[in-house]
């Protein structure tokens, strides 16, 4: 039996279909960027640590199960990561069988665990402790000392049968970051298999005649928010709550530099950047273009913007990167601005929409745009201005994707913890809520709820048809428009 330090536990997400030719469907399969970076940070300093994904796994070894994982290798401490709501049943699942078939301690971390953490520790003996917020030093003091809970910052603890939080507070610094690399894929078991099931949906489904050309990776350019979106858990007031951090830290460019060139050298074909919270100080982006440049990296990227760019932007990233796999991606959520600006922590209007539209198209540059329904305020008859905005969209401007799907129940969201404000009747109030909706699904029972709640003017069923409806017709808008160039007609 192989022994390590630490073992951290990716948890999937399963859903059951009965009827179905793919029975048991693993989703959700994207890993946070921390936990590689966690990893390598305990590697460095003398710690054997490895991370297993168990849905990567599964993938891999249809037979695969975590009771065996934990009979061949032995470790005093395991960490699960609990970030993604999603993951609710899973992570405390596999916290079960960590103590039914090993006497490991058992940490979780991550968003979703640090904002439930009381609940979490109340209502399930697996686990010994929740570090809630950054988690560089406390896994670090943790190996250290597992005998002094009290001393490990961000901790909260099960002491007997009561819960203690530790005092003292850690939340990394610009410093901190920097110290950390976030691609030392060699710690991640079946690597080569999950950088090419991230970019597809990582189900069990047996048709192995799936293209797989394109391999994705995330890059990691900082930790924070500066808005808050009404529908976000990961906003500015959310990151103060489970972290205690007020302000967006960036990493310097030389290491995201670094990171860049690992992820080539790996044969990553696209990284994901989803990290905008300064529109007005895009200098950062500029400086990092033009180290890419210089270093030669040749690698695509989708780059999501949370609001539109000027032209300067836009050419200095299309100079940048490979242009095979690399879009611009923009969320406007809905056509109607008054819906927008009640519920994005960024706003613009539809004039400024269509002049970055503009300005996208003259450089020639592909981009997603991504539109939802349920918002707080939406109604039937403003959510025609999101389908009207999705058409001229479509009609005017070459596009790689357009898409529209309901929006989601998310922890710590405004709208999560002050529903009567943003108009919405929840229906996944506490962590247990979503534990037992989560495990319905991987057991195939039938669910009560789809999105976690309803709004004042739409219940779920007419939420989901306006997306249903929208695509509908926009995918028809597309069918025409392309009927067209190619025939003319």
Known sequence: MKKYDLLFIHPTTHIKTPNSHIEDAVTYVVMPMGTMALADLLDREGYNVRIFHTGIEQICDRTFQVKNLLKKYDSSLV???????????????????VKQFSNAQVVLGGFTASFFAKEILSNFESVDAVIQG?????????????????????????DGKSLKQSNRKYIADKCDLDRLNFSNFNLLSNFNEYRKSISQ?????????????????????????SVNCS?????????????????????????????????????ISCVYI??????????????????????????STNFLLWSPSNRAFIQDFK??????????????????????????????????????????????????LYFTSGLSGETEKSFEDTINLGKKVVEDYPIVSISCMPILLEPASLRFLYPKKYGISLKLRNFMDFYNHFKALEKGSQVSTRLGYRTNYLSEHQIIELSQRFRKIISSKLYDKWQKVFFGN
């Open 274 to 299: 989803d990290f905008d919270p300064f529109p007005e100080k895009r200098g950062y982006y500029h400086d990092l273009f033009s180290l890419i440049r210089k270093e030669k990296i040749d690698i």
């Open 201 to 225: 949906f990582g189900d069990l489904d047996p048709s192995g005649y799936k293209a797989k050309l394109k391999t994705q990776g995330w890059l990691c350019i900082g930790r924070g928010c």
């Open 134 to 158: 950054d988690a560089e030093v406390p896994l670090l003091k943790l190996l250290e000392d597992r005998n002094s809970f009290e001393k490990i910052p961000n901790l909260m603890y099960r």
């Open 319 to 368: 100079r940048t990167f490979n242009p095979l796999y690399t879009t611009i991606s923009l969320s406007p959520e809905s056509g109607s601005e008054k819906v927008r600006r009640k519920n994005k922590g960024f706003y613009f209007n539809n004039k400024e929409l269509f002049s970055w539209l503009n300005k996208v198209k003259k450089e020639r540059i592909p981009i997603q």
């Open 79 to 97: 960490g699960i990561d609990l970030h993604w709501y999603v993951h609710s049943y899973d992570a405390l699942r596999i916290a079960d069988l």
């Open 231 to 267: 529908y976000c858990g990961g906003g500015k007031n959310a990151f103060n709550i489970h972290s205690g951090r007020r302000t967006p830290i960036l990493r310097s460019k030389e290491k995201v530099v670094e990171d860049l060139v690992r992820l080539e050298e790996e044969k």
